[in-house]
């Protein structure tokens, strides 16, 4: 079946530098990519999209990057803050997915200050 | 987007006994969604629920152990039946937000089970 896994786990970076996590995603024909954010004791919160037309779309602080030739996704933080420590999630929406959503399995971000 | 409140936030609960989980949006949504939350893990999908009609459920979860009920749409409930240690997750609802396919998630029930 369909599944979006990460490469790492954790990831520890310095206060004020840049960070990239990174997911891998099984299902070609996934049309629609999100990233969230969850801290301890709460829901995950909506970070960044983007849809499968697109490459790279920035935010606030964040770009993520889609590479569909390797089925990859990535999410750049820059100059990262205390409150940006916690875990990441991506999350795809799978073809006649009844718009359903399938997560990989995280990446707890912790910032060094 | 929209704001959901979910009941209760937490929960420690007798095996054998059942919990009954709400969730209520701010607003008319068609989609409502129920996520797990094991331990140190990420999401997933139980079940579908669209007002009017029976929830749609993941491989894995079923009807008899996660009734859920959908009677207008800015409200679910999720039960938890018969319980067990192993049931000790969380347990989130979701709902397609304002923007085209953004998704909105509660702030999660943590449920432990003696």
């Known amino acids: 079946g369909e599944s979006v896994g990460l490469h790492l786990p954790t990831l520890s970076v310095q206060e004020g530098d840049n960070s990239i996590i990174n997911c891998a995603y099984s299902?070609?024909?996934?049309?629609?990519f999100i990233w969230y954010k969850q801290e301890s004791g709460k829901g995950p919160q909506f970070i960044i999209d983007?849809?499968?037309?697109?490459d790279k779309r920035q935010g606030q602080r964040v770009t993520v990057l889609l590479n569909k030739t390797v089925k990859h996704l990535s999410l750049q933080i820059a100059a990262t803050q205390p409150g940006d420590s916690a875990v990441y999630f991506c999350?795809?929406?799978?073809?006649?997915?009844?718009?359903?959503?399938?997560f990989g399995q995280g990446t707890r971000l912790t910032i060094n200050p | 987007s929209a704001v959901i409140s979910q009941k209760p936030s937490r929960d420690i609960c007798q095996r054998g006994t059942s919990l009954t989980i709400q969730c209520q949006v701010d607003?008319?949504?068609?989609?409502m969604f129920w996520y797990r939350q094991q331990p140190g893990q990420s999401l997933t999908l139980i079940a579908t629920a669209n007002q009017g009609s029976e929830a749609t459920y993941e491989s894995g979860f079923v009807i008899d152990k996660f009734p859920i009920s959908r009677p207008n749409l800015t409200f679910s409930t999720l039960t938890v039946s018969n319980m067990s240690p192993e049931d000790s997750s969380i347990y989130l609802c979701?709902?397609?937000?304002?923007?085209?396919?953004?998704?909105?998630f509660g702030s999660g029930t943590r449920l432990t089970v003696v």
């Open positions: 979701s709902v397609v937000g304002d923007r085209a396919y953004g998704y909105t």
């Open positions: 299902n070609s024909a996934s049309d629609y």
């Open positions: 983007i849809r499968s037309n697109m």
């Open positions: 999350a795809e929406t799978p073809p006649q997915g009844a718009q359903k959503l399938v």
């Open positions: 607003s008319q949504v068609t989609m």
